[in-house]
């Protein structure tokens, strides 16, 4: 059956086959740099909720699993201002921190979000993006080192797979563009 959003989608950019393959391979490299050091991994909800569920079931160590709430944006621009909505239930204390992200453009939200996990005194704190987006300025510097990052994604908005467009679509499969009318 075709799911009725597919006709908002102007392409498919990764399908879940790909996806799935390449989550695997995440997967082993998330394994082999937390072994044995039982990590917190922090799900930076809404849009990384579907991407999480997936990545830490390659992930083979013991880990702890916590989310967060952030928000920079209103409908489809930052606003530029990040606050938290809400926070985590864990201590993150000398422990390994890995933030699961959905997409990463500027980098200004995980910029203070890392800021306000290193105020809390972890052992380290890395990110882990599903997508990062090209740059189509390259005199644009990104606030944040993302160390594992699933797919570049072209300058365009992206849908599926957890990224939404006004709570919607995130249900999708794979990761497509959104056609330009549904959103301008």
Not at 22 to 34: F, I, K, P, T, V
Not at 136 to 144: A, C, E, I, L, Y
Request: with cysteine.
């Amino acid at each position: 059956m075709k799911n009725e959003m597919e006709n908002d989608i102007k392409k498919v950019l990764y399908p879940e086959d790909v996806i799935k393959s390449r989550l695997e391979e995440l997967g082993e490299a998330l394994s082999n740099d937390y072994a044995g050091k039982n990590p917190l991994v922090l799900c930076v909800l809404k849009g990384a909720s579907i991407f999480i569920a997936d990545i830490v079931r390659h992930m083979a160590v013991s880990l702890q699993m916590d989310f967060m709430a952030v928000s920079s944006y209103e409908g489809t621009s930052s606003t530029g201002e990040v606050r938290i909505v809400k926070d985590l239930e864990a201590s993150v204390e000398g422990r390994d921190i890995l933030i699961v992200e959905d997409i990463v453009d500027t980098g200004l939200t995980l910029s203070y979000l890392v800021n306000q996990l290193k105020s809390r005194n972890p052992a380290s704190v890395n990110i882990c993006a599903l997508l990062l987006k090209k740059k189509n300025d390259p005199s644009t510097q990104r606030m944040v080192d993302v160390k594992y990052v699933g797919f570049e994604c072209p300058d365009e908005f992206v849908v599926g797979y957890g990224l939404d467009f006004n709570e919607k679509y995130r249900n999708l499969p794979y990761i497509g563009v959104l056609k330009e009318e549904m959103y301008s």
